[in-house]
């Protein structure tokens, strides 16, 4: 795993010094930055907002708010792609909630009905061809501290998580999405939580000792 | 509610950063943050957490009118996106090259190379006009590395010159004799550049030599391509 820590730290090194370039005004670095992580925040957008036209404005609002942020970027305080996800999601949460009077559900009957199609029909296509959120998780769990975490968690308290940081449900969609009381999934969601500060405190106090 | 108390931040913070907190909370969550350096903290914090999953996404590309909308907002039409390297922009010298016949242009290309060192100069050579025993007129693009140490040529148009002869890429200077960058078979070549081979030259030249290239080490055949440029 050392390998992988280091592309990362050196990744971020780039990504701060673009950052860093981009706020005194330099154009062509703002250009490499957004080439080298357009294509994730976008696929970070368009798993919360399915509608690409949509996903594609707000990637452009992403990016102009980047633009002119961009020296208020510490990176001594955050690491350069958390603070630009960080930007995307909260952007794309924020277009949803525009949206939120009519939520769209991925349900499996929905899914192998068909004929009250609508506009439902792209969000089921979509959503059949991408990995669901627990996929994710998974896959996520290969990279680091937080994938152990995530196995502590129960698995209802998992895809509660999954559902809700994935696809941007609110506490009410994932209940209705586990078919759970929203009291019960709000205190999955929040105890969920706790339990991977916790674990990845663990976890930092752990690596500290054993990188000194 | 009393933000400044660390577990009600960090609650409101984990919520924030995990999407599950909505609507008028998550605004107003936004609106107090600039004034509370703990929900600040806690958020930022929440959000190093939470992030790395999102490494598990498939990244998906976005269409290139997204970059060029946003070019246009930054108010800059200049800087290009950087995946499209120098080579991959030849549908644009083309359209350059039909203008420029006018002399030649020498163009310092804002090419968003990662890295602290200067740009790549790129350089346009034009077709000096027909030159006996070349074949149809084309013209090349030549790109200075920005650190002065490589020279890379490209053809925009497909040259061919006869078997026994070749093309030979030359600095100019200002004053004194032009020295040879090497051989350019089919118009392209990756030059290595010696320290000072650029000093004081403002031009750079093919002329068409005899095969294997000048005999003399001086330019003996017809200047064929010329371009101005700049250090």
Known sequence: MVKPVADWTQRSLELSRLLARAGVGDRAAFATLYEQTSSHLFAVVLRINRDRAQAEDILQEVYVKVWRAAQTFDAAQSQPLTWLTSIARNRAID??????????????????GGTDAEDDDVYETVADAAPGPLDLLSRATDARALGECMEKLSALQRQSVALAFYQGL??????????????????????????LKACLQGAVVRDGAGAS | MDYSRPELADRLAAEYAAGTLRGPARRRFESLLPAHPLLREATRAWEERLMPLTAAI???????????????????????????????????????????????????????????????????????????GAT?????????????ATLV????????????RSLEL??????????????????????????KVLAGADTLAVTLEPAGGSPTGKPTGPIVYAGKFSL
């Open chain 1, 95 to 112: 277009s949803l909630r525009r949206e939120q009077t009519q939520p769209r559900l991925q349900t499996p009957v929905a899914a192998a």
């Open chain 1, 170 to 195: 609110s506490h009410a969609e994932v209940a209705d999405q586990l078919r759970q009381p929203l009291g019960t999934v709000k205190s999955w969601v929040r105890r969920a939580l706790l339990t």
């Open chain 2, 58 to 132: 498939a990244p998906v590309q976005p269409s290139g009118d997204v970059w060029r909308r946003i070019s246009e907002r930054i108010g800059g039409g200049e800087a290009k996106a950087a995946s499209a390297g120098p080579w991959n922009r030849l549908a644009f010298w083309r359209g350059l090259a039909a203008f420029a016949s006018v002399a030649a242009i020498g163009l310092a290309v804002l090419l968003a190379n990662p890295s602290a060192v200067p740009p790549p100069i790129v350089v346009v050579l034009a077709p000096t006009g027909t030159a006996p």
């Open chain 2, 136 to 148: 149809p007129p084309a013209s090349l693009v030549a790109s200075i590395s920005g650190d002065g």
């Open chain 2, 153 to 164: 040529t490209r053809p925009i148009v497909p040259v061919a010159v006869q078997p026994d």
């Open chain 2, 170 to 195: 030359w600095a100019v200077p200002k004053e004194g004799a032009p020295r040879s960058l090497g051989l350019l078979p089919g118009g392209s070549g990756t030059v290595a550049l010696r320290a």
